[in-house]
């Protein structure tokens, strides 16, 4: 069973953080703690992998024209 408690704000010397806490069960916990400038760059980032993401999506599904590579003259056989 999880219980999660709920976010506490904190001021700290050079901005603002967020801590949290998240209990699951009796012997497991986690906190963390984040301040603005990390919560920017957690989002630049999930954002770049989503946005890279959807562009390997959409060049796999594309259906071109597939022409093949033209001879060159150095590889033929002489016969």
Not at 40 to 50: D, F, K
Not at 52 to 77: E, F, M, N, Y
């Amino acid at each position: 069973m999880k219980n999660v408690d709920t976010p506490r704000k904190n001021d700290v010397a050079n901005g603002h953080a967020a801590d949290v806490s998240i209990r699951i069960g009796t012997r497991v916990k986690f906190d963390a703690s984040v301040t603005s400038a990390g919560l920017l760059s957690i989002g630049a980032l999930v954002t770049g992998i989503l946005l890279s993401t959807a562009v390997v999506i959409v060049a796999a599904g594309r259906k071109g024209t597939k022409s093949p590579l033209p001879a060159d003259s150095s590889t033929k056989i002489a016969g």
